[in-house]
């Protein structure tokens, strides 16, 4: 038998040889494509989505249409969701640990409320009946808040509230609660902007809207007292830089 056809012979035994790693090759690639629709399939778990938002800072924005029984909507409706900023519990522990530290805080009182951080500044000490010029030790308090909020990037609002008892302060010609109340509410904003909290801050005058919310309150002097506060609102969203809202 001559060399080139034994050699001939030899290679079709080598790739004979060979034949069974490409019918693996097939079969591995079935099984994954299997577990790859198996994994599809799977329902996905909100947490893991959510996560995933957070990751991305929530550039995925959803389209919806809006419908109605009567008239539809001629365009889609864009959804936007906000970007989160700090967790409100985290700021919780870094604001509680300061009013406990500070006598200028000691009419300060925080709490969570669903997707809000509230805190209110309360009684006479800050803001006197019918007064709305910021107190110095308002100020001092608010200053000494704003050494956190310096690095705070959650959205921040500001609510003035007011006793019942009609205002009436000539020198700044408040003739009503509203006035009073919003007059108040800015006073804070802008002292918390000067202390150091550079997002833009949102300020409302509610009056003595929320006064019966304080009805659990028998001491009459002691209600009217937490009707004269300002509420500083730390919201879960982050804040926004820009014009007025």
């Known amino acids: ?9 030899e290679k079709k035994q080598v790739r004979k040889n060979t034949m069974w790693l490409t019918s693996l090759a097939d079969l591995l690639a079935l099984l994954l494509a299997f577990f790859v629709l198996l994994f599809s399939m799977n329902e996905v778990k909100s947490d893991s989505w959510q996560d995933i938002l957070n990751t991305l800072g929530y550039r995925l924005n959803t389209q919806t249409e809006a419908t109605d029984d009567g008239l539809t909507a001629e365009k889609n409706v864009e959804i936007f969701t906000e970007q989160k900023a700090f967790d ?30 509230v ?15 910021v107190s110095p030790k308002l100020e001092d308090g608010v200053r000494i808040l704003g050494e956190s ?11 003035g509230h007011t006793d019942p008892t009609q205002a009436l302060n000539p020198q ?26 550079s997002f ?11 006064y019966h919310e ?30 007025k809202k």
């Open 214 to 243: 304080l009805s659990d309150i028998q001491d009459k002097e002691t209600r009217l007292s937490y009707a004269r506060r300002v509420d500083i609102v730390i919201r879960e969203a982050q804040g926004r830089r820009g014009g």
């Open 88 to 117: 409100l519990d985290y700021l919780e522990n870094i604001i509680s640990e300061k009013i406990r530290s500070s006598t200028e805080l000691n009419n300060v009182e925080v709490f969570k409320s669903e997707d809000r951080l």
């Open 172 to 197: 700044t010609l408040l003739d009503n609660n509203w006035g009073l109340s919003l007059a108040r509410a800015l006073a804070v904003a802008d002292n918390l902007t000067k202390a150091g909290y």
């Open 1 to 9: 038998m001559s060399m080139p056809f034994q050699e001939s012979i």
């Open 149 to 159: 909020f310096r690095y705070v990037k959650n959205r921040v609002e500001v609510y």
């Open 200 to 210: 833009p801050v949102r300020a409302y005058g509610m009056a003595d809207s929320k």
């Open 119 to 133: 805190l209110s500044f309360i009684g006479n000490t800050y803001f006197p009946s019918g007064v709305n010029e």
